[in-house]
């Protein structure tokens, strides 16, 4: 066993502590509730998008459809205004031609309605499909606006935490000080294999770190050590601080 002044160990510990808080900073940074506010708009305005191209392709056919009515009607419409000005305007006298006109106009007339009736239905048909595309691209504009709010508040937040984990960097570079480099490294290295844990301290009978119970031999060890002994679990093979009394 290496032998090292107590506080030594103590301040090791205190890294372990400060290591803790990091980890935990860390992985609160990396699951804060903005995040998944902006994963699930990202999926929403995805979503939309495809709603918003077939609601707005829909909605194009059949204002086609009615452009096209809407434009023949002013074609019949028109061409049944020009019969009607030649046939009453006096410009023709002959009655065959005046009854051919009239029958001209009536069938134009009777066009027209048709097309009139059409047309009007093809409005009705389109009115909600307008009122769909509205309403998605209501809802895709406030979406947009939400996404930029929650990336704005998730950079507060974010920046709250780096404050956080700044300051704890600080006072662990001021511990990390205290202790022989090659027992940083020595703990660097189990702290990376044993979950972010390289030294615990004794609660008891049991390794604060593994929270197992020590050999009754382990413990007599423990317990006939000199101060500043460094000692491992072992259960998991982390360093191993008794409590000091």
């Known amino acids: 066993m290496t032998s090292l002044p107590t506080a030594n160990l103590e301040a ?13 900073c860390r992985y609160r940074r990396s699951t804060l509730p903005e995040r998944a506010e902006l994963v699930a708009i990202a999926a929403r305005l995805t979503s939309l998008e495809g709603e918003v191209v077939e609601a707005t ?17 002013a074609s019949v419409e028109g061409r049944a205004a020009e019969i009607k000005k030649r ?13 051919a006109m009239a029958g001209e106009v009536d069938q134009l007339t009777a066009r027209a309605s048709e097309l ?24 895709k504009g406030a979406l947009v606006a939400n996404r930029s709010a929650v990336t704005q508040r998730l950079a507060g937040r974010e920046a709250e935490v780096d404050a956080e984990a700044d300051a704890l960097n600080v006072a662990r570079a001021e511990a990390a000080a205290q202790v022989p480099d090659d027992l940083v490294a020595t703990y660097e290295k189990l702290r990376q294999h044993l979950g972010g844990t390289g030294i615990a301290r004794l609660v008891g009978t049991r390794c604060g770190g593994c929270h197992l119970t020590l050999p009754a031999t382990a413990l007599d060890d423990l317990r006939h050590a000199q101060p500043g002994q460094l000692t491992y679990c072992e259960q998991c093979g982390r360093i191993l601080v008794p409590t000091q009394h």
Do not use: H, I, N
């Open 12 to 24: 090791l510990l205190a890294v372990q502590a400060l290591d803790t808080e990091l980890d935990q």
């Open 57 to 73: 392709a829909a909605r194009d056919e059949v204002a086609v459809r009615q452009d096209e009515l809407e434009r023949t009607l």
């Open 87 to 99: 046939l009453y305007g006096g410009m023709v006298s002959a009655t065959r031609e005046l009854q």
């Open 116 to 139: 009139e009736s059409r047309a009007l239905e093809t409005m009705e048909e389109r009115e909600p499909l307008d009122g769909r595309v509205d309403t998605l691209q209501r809802e």
